[in-house]
């Protein structure tokens, strides 16, 4: 590994491990940010293009209720009515989603990295909605008392923005590695977990790793196949 990608990669994970202190959380994602992307401006754009996005479909959810449901924020300061934080955290969420299958073929990661996505929200909304950070205002039906329009609607926007990534045809492993630190961050959450969390925060763990491991099995298995061809 590199020197910047290993420098990434540990702010990253540092990151992670003190996320209880979020400002610091922040600092060293943006930092691992600000290295990765000296390599791959294209880190930079999502990241970007995440927060603009993001931030666009969280003002129509609040107005409308599309496309995750009804729901309102405790959660200041605001930018518009949309929480800053929900704003930064749509950028991180998106740069730790996205550096395990930015080397992917376009088409592939587009599959992905909703996914990817989705079982990040799974932790983060019982989470929130249990330290009342923002209230669900109609919860049926529901996963732990978010209502699964709201996941929908993750799905909906994290595929919006995966559109906004470079597309490339040829599958690499270079930064596969980056799949430690997506499943670290749901682990995370669960290691720290309130009782009440214990439930769902095990069972979005669980997705995180099995999706890991057929990220990793995917990946090996589409360059095994590519250097055969060659």
Not at 12 to 37: E, K
Not at 200 to 210: F, G
């Amino acid at each position: 590994m590199d020197k910047l990608k290993l420098t990434a990669f540990v702010l990253l994970t540092l990151g992670i491990i003190f996320y209880g202190i979020v400002i610091l959380f922040f600092l060293l994602s943006i930092s691992s940010l600000i290295i990765l992307s000296i390599r791959r401006v294209d880190v930079i754009r999502v990241f970007l293009s995440a927060m603009l996005i993001g931030f666009l479909f969280e003002k129509l959810g609040l107005t409308t209720g599309f496309p995750f449901g009804h729901y309102a924020y405790h959660f200041p300061p605001y930018l518009l009515g949309v929480p800053v934080f929900v704003i930064f955290g749509w950028g991180i969420f998106s740069y730790i989603s996205y550096l395990p299958v930015m080397d992917f073929p376009f088409k592939y990661r587009v599959l992905f990295f909703p996914i990817l996505m989705v079982i990040i929200d799974l932790s983060v909304d019982p989470i929130m909605v249990t330290a009342h950070y923002w209230t669900w205002i109609s919860t049926y039906p529901n996963w732990y008392g978010i209502p699964l329009t709201n996941f929908l609607g993750w799905y909906l926007v994290s595929f919006i923005i995966s559109l906004t990534s470079i597309r490339t045809k040829e599958m690499k492993n270079s930064y596969i590695i980056f799949l430690i630190t997506y499943f670290l961050f749901s682990l995370k959450f669960l290691i720290f977990a309130k009782p009440q969390l214990i439930g769902p925060l095990s069972i979005a763990t669980s997705l995180a790793l099995l999706i890991s491991i057929i990220i990793f099995v995917f990946n090996r298995l589409i360059v095994k196949k590519g250097q055969q061809g060659q």
